[in-house]
């Protein structure tokens, strides 16, 4: 995700260097072809390129929307799995602890029962941001779980939803061994099962695209307009005496629309591991430190800060 306010100017026009060679040649060679070789035939009225942009731009607008509505709602479920683990966390220490209150279980069963469930539901978060991300980094987790859950786990396709599973056996299990109350689960169970809605709705954002339709024809129509524009320009500026004036104006304005499509192209699909993405490593990193903290712990992961205006 990008903090930063001020972008590097150098590092735009690298990110748009296509654009910007497309546009610098044609706007380039209508010059030449206008003023040097005086086929004035190559001018067309400007009122095709002012239809075409006004179409474009309400294309782009339509699009860009729609991409930053799934960022968005990328970034929204994200901050309910943060929300309902600590929330899971809360409900899992207070039931315990009740058990040793009341002498149902020892501390040190309860103690040991709260970092397992804890730990479980950390390294959940990071499984699916692996998961997600198509990373291969199973190591980023394996602290959290034991080492035969941890080796199982790799044999799993779908990792994430594996421990999910385990959480819900571990829990009917505590409740065999009474360090969980017999209706414990009737709070338990639902804030479960949202992780699983959590997960289905990130793998939908993840393995439904924007339609390519948008993405097509949105090129298309970029393409389309940037070679018309210097035709429409040309005209204007020679009556004006400044033709070589077109040349910098056409570019200027086919990048402000270049910019507009790579803005809606990078935010369709927020789990790439992209500088431009929803950060699931901060998250993971912020929910794991605020678990620990929860048990007492404070051998905590360093705190997420931004790089050089980024936040992965």
């Keep these: 995700m990008i903090l930063r306010k001020i972008f590097n100017p150098l590092a735009v026009v690298r990110y748009m260097h296509q654009e910007l060679i497309v546009s610098v040649v044609l706007s380039t060679g209508v010059y030449l072809l206008y003023s040097w070789q005086g086929l004035s035939f190559v001018g067309l009225p400007f009122s095709i390129a002012a239809i075409l942009g006004s179409a474009l731009a309400i294309f782009l607008a339509f699009r860009n929307n729609n991409a930053y509505s799934r960022w968005w709602e990328a ?50 978060a990071h499984a699916l941001r692996l998961h997600l991300r198509k990373e291969e980094d199973a190591t980023a987790y394996a602290h959290l779980l034991q080492p035969d859950e941890w080796t199982k786990a790799q044999q799993q396709q779908n990792i994430p939803n594996y421990l999910l599973l385990q959480q819900g056996k571990r829990i009917k299990e505590a409740m065999r061994t009474e360090l969980l109350g017999a209706f414990d689960n009737i709070s338990l169970e639902p804030t479960l099962a949202g992780f699983n809605n959590f997960q289905g ?110 936040l992965l």
């Excluded at 209150?101 to 040190?108: S, V």
């Excluded at 129509?221 to 070589?244: C, E, N, Q, V």
Aim: proline share 6%; aromatic share 10%.
């Design 75 to 124: 970034r929204t479920v994200w901050g309910s799995i943060i929300n309902n683990s600590r929330i899971f966390a809360r409900q899992i220490i207070a039931n315990t602890d009740h058990a040793a209150a009341t002498g149902k279980a020892t501390p040190e069963a309860v103690t040991a029962c709260q970092q397992e469930m804890l730990y479980r539901q950390i390294a959940f």
């Design 201 to 310: 709705s990130c793998e939908r954002i993840k393995n439904t695209p924007l339609l390519r339709q948008y993405h097509y024809f949105t090129r298309l129509f970029l393409l389309a307009f940037m070679t018309i524009l210097p035709f429409s320009l040309i005209g204007d500026f020679h009556k004006m005496g400044a033709p070589l004036l077109m040349v910098p104006v056409s570019i200027l304005i086919s990048f402000v629309f270049g910019v507009m499509g790579k803005v809606g192209e990078v935010n369709e699909d927020p789990f790439e591991n992209k500088i431009t993405d929803v950060p699931l490593t901060a998250l993971c990193t912020t929910l794991e430190r605020d678990l620990k903290e929860m048990l007492g712990e404070t051998d905590l992961p360093d705190k997420p800060v931004p790089v050089k205006g980024y």
